[in-house]
């Protein structure tokens, strides 16, 4: 059971970049007008440190910098974050789908 979950949160792990950016990509459009995601924002009417993330990704995903960073300046980190975070999980796969048992090596 436990090696089940485990594949799971890798599979997870996986997905989750390829569908973060290419959600960001098709929301693009509505980045500059379109509703606040921010439940935070909606409730208190204040900022809070993710406000603008959302935004910020998707206009790195379409290569505009400053737009990004004018957004929030943690959406870069989160790409690096998520992208260094796919690269290790897609290493870690890898040696694992080509490990092979000690018993095989008799």
């Not at 990704?57 to 990004?68: I, M, P, R």
Request: glycine share 6%; hydrophobic share 45%.
């Amino acid at each position: 059971m436990q090696k089940i979950g485990s594949l799971l949160v890798l599979y997870l792990d996986l997905w989750f970049l390829p569908v973060v950016l290419t959600t960001a990509w098709f929301y693009y459009p509505y980045c500059e007008h379109g509703p606040t995601l921010c439940v935070w924002k909606l409730l208190f009417h204040a900022r809070c440190p993710g406000c603008g993330l959302t935004r910020g990704v998707c206009f790195l995903v379409h290569g505009k910098w400053n737009e990004a960073m004018r957004f929030n300046p943690l959406s870069a980190l989160a790409v690096v974050l998520m992208t260094v975070n796919f690269v290790r999980e897609s290493g870690e796969m890898l040696r694992s789908r080509f490990r092979q048992p000690a018993s095989c090596l008799r």
